[in-house]
């Protein structure tokens, strides 16, 4: 057997860049809209992102450091999850920036607003689909070493399901023509669903 090129991540990976977000690829971006105490809206990427329950429907985010949509989530138990699509690549990217808290990220990137329906922050307008999200659960994650670290995962239950209608095509969402984008590898790559293929579950 070839010997396998191995490393522990906390001796150090002895390449040029880390390699964990290259190999953890693609991974769906969680843009996520949350507003603080005072209702001021907030807006940022999150590809440490997954849906993790079919019912209720359930998906988390998770950042490094305490960031302001953490802040805002655990404040308010509300957030928006916003479809990152190819069209709106370049408005997601300026959505990164660290502006100081309450400046709004979504005009910045010259983002309209669209108002949500259960929960107080609001959607992308220009998102071919979005989830309004309660939160369920704040985590301050721990490492092997049973230390708590500064990672937050913010668990949120879906309670309602936005779609552009341009985007249902025999009732069904139509993933291609959203063109939804993916963070991969080092900095700057980014992957795009343009095709898809089908397979289905065995039976018994
Ligand atoms: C595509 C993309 C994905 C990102 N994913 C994460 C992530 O998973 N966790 C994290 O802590 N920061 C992530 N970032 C960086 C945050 O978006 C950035 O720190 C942002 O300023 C946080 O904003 P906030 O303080 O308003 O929440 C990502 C940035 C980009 C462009």
């Not at 920036?97 to 709004?104: D, K, S, T, V, Y």
């Not at 979504?106 to 992308?124: C, D, E, N, Q, T």
């Not at 704040?138 to 230390?147: F, N, S």
């Not at 969402?173 to 984008?181: L, S």
Request: glycine share 8%; charged share 20%.
């Amino acid at each position: 057997m070839t010997e396998t090129y191995f490393y522990e991540p906390l001796k150090g990976h002895g390449l040029p860049h880390d390699p964990f977000k290259a190999i953890l690829t693609p991974r769906p971006i969680g843009w996520i809209s949350t507003v603080d105490a005072e209702g001021r809206v907030n807006l940022a990427p999150y590809s440490f992102f997954a849906a993790i329950a079919t019912f209720p429907p359930m998906v988390c985010f998770s950042s490094d450091g305490k960031k302001d949509t953490v802040s805002n989530a655990e404040a308010t138990g509300e957030f928006v999850y916003n479809l990152a699509t190819r069209d709106l690549a370049w408005a997601m990217n300026e959505t990164c920036a660290p502006l100081p808290h309450g400046e709004n990220e979504m005009i910045r990137a010259g983002l309209a607003a669209a108002p949500s329906r259960l929960v107080k922050p609001p959607r992308v307008a220009a998102t071919p689909a979005a989830f309004e999200c309660k939160v369920t659960q704040v985590i301050q994650l721990t490492g092997a070493d049973g230390e708590k670290r500064d990672n937050w995962m913010v668990i949120g239950q879906v309670m309602g399901v936005h779609i552009d209608p341009a985007y249902l095509k025999d009732g069904r969402f139509d993933t291609v023509a959203a063109r939804p984008i993916a963070r991969c590898g080092y900095r700057g790559d980014y992957a795009e669903v343009s095709e898809l293929f089908e397979m289905f579950r065995p039976t018994a």
